[in-house]
């Protein structure tokens, strides 16, 4: 996580001169405890806040997702991991979670595109291989095989991939 690139947050603690102001950092570490416990709705509202104030925090951005989709508002998160991977298109996990908001929101062509992705930017990740396996599956798409034919065989009948998805 890059905790660092939060802006410094005061606590929430009382000062000598009343309680202290709330920034970014607090916001992210209480949305986080809320997360954690459960409570995805109360977390999303904390961790929007934070990821408001600092944009490019890929954690805040990472960990509001993670809020957006534990909530059910997948079309959110869908949006929030996009914003990641604009960043960092090498990004797996922003890839994998992309892909898996997008199958919540019936758009599979979209989420066998960045399960892929994540796939092959982190290859042997069993869960990563299985949502692409049951998105592949929603689809009617086989596995493809380990090594793929040369581009002038042609593929067996049970491979048949759609171009647009190769």
Do not use: C, N
């Not at 405890?33 to 929007?48: D, F, I, N, T, V």
């Not at 909530?71 to 604009?86: G, L, Q, V």
């Amino acid at each position: 996580m890059d905790d660092a690139a939060f802006t410094s947050g005061e606590s929430s603690d009382v000062g000598p001169a009343g309680p202290v102001e709330e920034g970014p950092y607090d916001w992210y570490k209480r949305g986080l405890r809320l997360l954690k416990s459960g409570s995805a709705g109360a977390a999303e509202q904390l961790l929007a806040r934070a990821a408001k104030a600092e944009p490019t925090s890929r954690s805040a951005l990472e960990a509001l997702g993670r809020a957006q989709f534990e909530a059910r508002h997948y079309a959110r998160a869908k949006a929030t991991f996009a914003r990641i991977i604009e960043a960092d298109p090498t990004d797996d996990y922003g890839q994998f979670a992309l892909g898996l908001s997008a199958v919540r929101i019936g758009d599979v062509r979209t989420a066998v595109e960045h399960l892929a992705l994540a796939t092959a930017l982190r290859p042997g990740v069993a869960h990563y291989e299985r949502e692409l396996k049951a998105a592949r599956a929603r689809l009617g798409i086989a596995a493809r095989p380990a090594h793929p034919p040369t581009p002038d065989a042609p593929a067996p009948d049970d491979l048949a991939i759609p171009d647009d998805l190769r």
